[in-house]
């Protein structure tokens, strides 16, 4: 599963949960107030980081600009650089997007869940009882879209 609600990158506005997308903090920008956001200094950002590097696929990356795809933005963003990296490893977009989303966790947790509200809401909406949407949900890893998504099959087959 991809991370189909990954943000914008954080020099494009994207919340914390971006920096998984991050160059190391060299320079000036907004990363430093992302930082800030997660309570982070630029060191433990820059070790977490490269302890994630150490432990899977996203430390190699020889070539690109910072030696590692930990570094390396969203696939959104053309880099020729990334792209190439990652067909030499043979990594998929998805796997790519994986690793960075369970970067981010590492980096700033994982949201916070709001599962008695989702329960409730897709009960609503599809008009289905507690029990099921609650089923559906953990089905879907606490995915809301995708639990949604599958609710709207079923509905749709009826």
Known sequence: MAWEDSPSHVCRG???????????PVKP??????????????????EIKEKFAEETKLGQGEGTCFGSLVWCCKPSKPCPLRDMVMRRIDMSVDEYMDLK?????QLVGQPE???????????????????????VLKECDNDVKKAAKLLKMKDLEL
């Open 14 to 24: 994207g919340d914390k949960r971006a920096l998984s997308f991050c160059c190391p």
């Open 29 to 46: 920008c907004p990363v430093i107030y992302a930082l800030e956001d997660a309570e982070l200094t630029a060191q433990k950002y820059v």
């Open 101 to 105: 989303k369970q970067l981010s966790e």
């Open 113 to 135: 869940s709001n599962t008695k509200e989702s329960v409730v809401a897709l009960a609503e909406t599809f008009n289905v009882t507690g029990e099921e949407a609650f089923k």
